[in-house]
């Protein structure tokens, strides 16, 4: 097929699907440079710097958002029709509709209240360094506008005439925030979704990708969902297009491990790892997206999966549903707030830190920077005795960081003691500094009483 004729296809479906959104649309062009792909695909696993951002962060959010915040119900689970070999999660507490009803829900979603800059302002405000934005979940609604799909925001029928996604990036960009986009490669509205024509379907998938990696400037992450077997995705030549879009991007492990930068952990927390990358998907309440019966996590409930993951060596992706009007919950901003309150004091010892040198630690948790090691302890710890390192090491300074109190700290012939009075009742970390870098000698240890 030659490319003049590729290019009067595309831009003959953007004229069918065209609505009231008016984007600036980048007409994708399927032919792939192979010199350039393969200078690309040896240029990323070259630079190690490429997920250096990433890994620093340590803190993000994750928004799950779209028509089923009418019905107060969960996404794509809250719909009664599953593809025939899927049961109902058990951690879905929210009830089903019907599927009719559901996929109506684009025409009551009006969400007069969502100012995208105030969002991305109120994330960084609260000490998230990226978000990640779900373009399409497995209910199968495009929260982008696309010329591949009428079941989509600015659809005929639908109250937003608007790109929501084109502002959110814009937000993003704008405010210098980290942007990541969700993608469900699972589509239960599809009619060609694990169907004889699933190759189809394919065409469909490559071709939303390509199209959020065309015309909304750079993204720095791609989170996939449902498309652990990449065999039926053609994972191979998805991800060739993906580089050859957006060379420096991040991906997750659900293209089927795939050229995976990183994985992430759902459901559970990942054990103690250094040696990848890694990250736990959580969210501040018992559901995803937005439900007036949702239970929402304290702080101090938030505090434990947090450091627990920080910990271990993983980044936190903290999920949140907006409200279907377009306003923040009030109620999931809460115990948010609370935590950035400690961030915001003590967040170096969580920020562009590396987990240990000491794990399984049963008073808490550690991590190092430089020449610098955090021992972040557990409320109503007023002792503890950790391993020595080698005896060439020596310790230059001791303090608390979080309560300023006094630490009286013991070094013993293979051991160090920390002890102090803990009056903030909180979380107390120790700010450890050495005469070199941690990185230099340290080793993992398990981390004692």
Not at 33 to 59: G, H, I
Not at 96 to 110: A, G
Not at 235 to 245: C, D, K, Q
Request: glycine letters at 8%.
């Amino acid at each position: 097929m030659t490319k003049i004729y590729k290019v009067l296809l595309v831009s003959i479906s953007i004229l069918l699907f065209a609505t009231a959104c008016e984007t600036e649309t980048v007409v994708i062009d399927n032919d792939i440079d192979s010199a350039r792909l393969q200078q690309v695909l040896q240029e990323r696993s070259a630079n190690q710097q490429r997920t250096q951002w990433w890994s620093d962060a340590k803190y993000g959010v994750i928004i799950h958002w779209n028509p089923s915040s009418v019905a107060g119900i969960e996404m794509s689970w809250g719909r009664e029709c599953y593809p025939p070999d899927l049961d109902k999660p058990a951690w879905t507490a929210c009830p089903t509709i019907p599927q009719e009803q559901y996929d109506s829900l684009y025409k009551q979603f009006n969400p007069v209240n969502f100012n995208a800059e105030e969002w991305i302002q109120t994330f960084q405000q609260l000490g998230f360094k990226y978000v990640v934005f779900v373009t399409k979940h497995h209910d199968g609604f495009s929260m982008f506008d696309n010329p591949y799909s009428w079941y989509k925001i600015c659809s005929d029928g639908s109250p937003v005439q608007y790109d929501i996604t084109k502002q959110f990036a814009d937000a993003a960009h704008k405010y210098g925030m980290k942007l990541g986009f969700y993608y469900s490669l699972s589509d239960w509205f599809h009619p060609d979704y694990y169907s004889y024509n699933h190759s189809n379907y394919i065409n469909f998938v490559n071709n939303q990708i390509e199209y959020l990696l065309s015309n909304y400037g750079k993204i720095d992450l791609l989170w996939f969902d449902g498309g652990q077997e990449f065999q039926y995705w053609d994972g191979e030549e998805l991800y060739r297009r993906i580089v050859a879009l957006q060379p420096e991007i991040v991906i997750n492990n659900r293209l089927g491990r795939y050229k995976m930068d990183y994985f992430d952990v759902e459901g559970y927390f990942g054990d103690f790892n250094t040696g990848e990358l890694w990250e736990k998907c959580g969210s501040v309440t018992n559901v995803f997206s937005y439900s007036p019966e949702q239970q929402v996590y304290s702080s101090s409930e938030l505090f434990s999966q947090l450091f627990r993951t920080w910990g271990n060596g993983g980044n936190f992706l903290l999920g949140i549903g907006p409200r279907a009007d377009g306003s923040l919950d009030p109620d999931q901003m809460k115990p948010i707030s609370e935590v950035y309150q400690w961030l915001s004091k003590y967040g170096e010892c969580i920020y562009g830190t590396t987990a240990g040198p000491y794990y399984n630690n049963a008073w808490g948790w550690a991590t190092y920077k430089d020449n610098v090691m955090y021992l972040i302890v557990s409320v109503g710890i007023n002792a503890i005795e950790v391993p020595k390192f080698s005896s060439d090491v020596n310790i230059t300074r001791v303090a608390a960081i979080t309560d300023g109190s006094d630490v009286k700290f013991t070094d013993k012939s293979n051991s160090y003691v920390f002890s102090y009075s803990n009056v903030s009742g909180s979380y107390t970390v120790i700010k450890v500094e050495f005469d070199k870098k941690v990185s230099s000698f340290s080793y993992l240890i398990n981390g004692g009483n």
